[in-house]
């Protein structure tokens, strides 16, 4: 429920729901569907981020990517929102569903939001996701 901002762009979990089936796909484990808020501080322009990219991890570091069939189930079914890289104008939000199959023997879960790119985000001190600096994990409840 803490946004997570990049200058004026953030992101936000608002919820993860565990579902053994999206549509007619069945999970490998179980699907974990994190809903996410997207939301722009900006005064005059619209924001968004591209080199964003979220993953759930566990608490040995086990990384897990979002899931392509999942992904695709979501979309089929209409529920998948707008994707992550979507503008998003000043003072308004979006939601966005990721869906992410995970081992049934996970217990604790964690997303991180990090970026492909390394410039500037690994140069500014203090940063998520700068080199000297641990991910910031949010912890999720379902």
């Known amino acids: 429920g ?8 953030c992101i936000t979990v608002e919820q993860a729901a565990p579902v053994e089936t999206i ?3 069945r999970a490998n484990g179980t ?13 005059g322009r619209p924001q968004r981020e591209t080199d964003v990219d979220v993953y759930l991890i566990d608490d040995l570091g086990h990384r897990f990517d979002v899931s392509p069939s999942g ?8 529920l ?5 890289t979507s503008f998003v104008d000043p ?3 979006l939601e966005s569903l ?16 990090a970026s ?5 985000v690994r140069l500014i001190i203090g940063d998520a996701g700068s080199w000297l600096h641990r991910p910031t994990v949010v912890p999720i409840r379902a």
Do not use: M, N
């Open 91 to 93: 003072g308004e939000s």
């Open 98 to 113: 990721l869906a992410f199959d995970i081992p049934r023997d996970v217990r604790h879960l964690g997303l991180v939001k």
């Open 116 to 120: 492909h790119g390394w410039f500037p």
């Open 31 to 43: 699907f974990y569907v994190v809903t996410l808020r997207v939301s722009s501080r900006a005064k």
């Open 80 to 84: 998948a929102g707008k994707p992550l």
């Open 2 to 9: 803490v946004p997570q901002c990049f200058d004026d762009w």
């Open 23 to 25: 549509g007619t796909t």
């Open 71 to 78: 992904q695709q189930a979501l979309a089929r079914a209409g």
